[in-house]
C-alpha cells in the first residue's frame, strides 16, 4: 500500500510575475508623472481609429504617445502615426494579449519624463487581456453599437476589471437600431458605478467629454501624487 | 512553478496540483483541465492530477456593511438587498494552493 500523500500549501499567484512587473512599471509611471490609459476590446471596435483622433486632437496641448499590440501586422501603428504622436508596436505573435513584460520591452530607451499620457491598445480580445495588468491607471473598455447591447453579460470579466466604457461607432446606433438603455443597464449589471461616454469617432460626438475625462483623471493623478 | 515547489521540498514526487480558480479569473476550468496534461507531458509532473478549487464571487455590500456571495458573475447586485455592489473580496484568484508530494 502506498503511504498517504502529504498536503503542502504554497499559494502561489499564477500570474504573479505579470503582477510584479505590472507594479514596477506603474510605479515607474507615477515617478514619470506620466497618465498609462489602456483601450480593451474586441477586434472591430474602433479602438485604433478612435485612438489616432484622440493622439491628434491632443497633440496641440499635451505630450501623448503610444504603444500598439497586434498578432501579425503593423497596419494599426502606421495608422496611428499618421497622428504624428510617438508610436511604437509591439507585435505578439500568436499570442492574444498584451503582457506587463512586453510593455516594458517596447519602452525600453524611452524618457517617460517626456510624456503627459501614454496610451496603450491592446489586443482586439474581451477574454484574455483582462487578467493581465499592463500598469495602467485607467482601463478602457470599448464597445461598438453594431455589436450588440449584451456584450457586457457576455463578457463580465473584461468589463469588471475596466474603469471606464466608451460605446463607439454611435453615429450607426439607429441605424443598427442599437438599444442605449439595455446596454448601459448591462454595464451598469457587470460593473456598478462605472461611468460611460458615448462617441462617434466619425462625427466628433462625445469626443471633447472624452478629452475632458482624460485631462481630469490625470490631474487628480497628480494632486494624489503629491 | 510546482517544479520548483517540490525541489525545494526534497525532490518529492507531485501527484496533485490543486489550484483555486476564482469566477472572475478569466479562464475556464474545463480548458485548464484538458490542456494541465498536454503541459505536463515530459515533466516531473506527469502523470499527476490537477484539482481545482472553484471560488465564487465575494463582494463587500455598503448597505448591509456584510460579505456577500454573488449568484451570477453577470449580476454585481447584493443578493439580500439588491443593492449594487463593487467591491469584489475574493473570485479573482488564480493560485496554486496546495501541492500534494508522495512520501
Known sequence: MSPQPRLVEVRQNILKQNDIVARELRQRFHRAGVYVVSLVSSPGSGKTAFLERTLTLMQPNYRVAALVGDLATDNDAARLARSQAPVRQITTGTLCHLEAAMVRTALEGWELETLDFLFIENVGNLVCPSSYDVGEDLRVVLLSVTEGEDKPLKYPTIFNTADLAVLTKMDLADAVEFDMVAADCNIERVRPGMPVLKVSTKNGAGISEWLHFLDSARNRQLVSAV | ?103
Open chain 2, 1 to 103: 512553478m510546482a517544479e520548483e515547489e517540490a525541489a525545494r521540498r526534497g525532490g518529492a514526487q507531485i501527484s496533485a496540483v490543486h489550484l483555486r480558480l476564482g469566477a472572475l479569473a478569466g479562464v475556464v476550468k474545463d480548458a485548464l483541465l484538458s490542456s494541465y496534461e498536454l503541459a505536463c507531458e515530459g515533466t516531473e509532473l506527469q502523470g499527476s492530477r490537477l484539482v481545482v478549487e472553484e471560488i465564487p464571487i465575494e463582494v463587500y455590500c455598503p448597505k448591509c456593511l456584510a460579505p456577500r456571495t454573488l449568484e451570477s458573475v453577470q449580476w454585481f447586485v447584493c443578493p439580500e438587498c439588491q443593492s449594487p455592489v463593487s467591491e469584489v473580496i475574493r473570485g479573482r484568484e488564480l493560485q496554486v494552493f496546495a501541492l500534494e508530494l508522495q512520501q
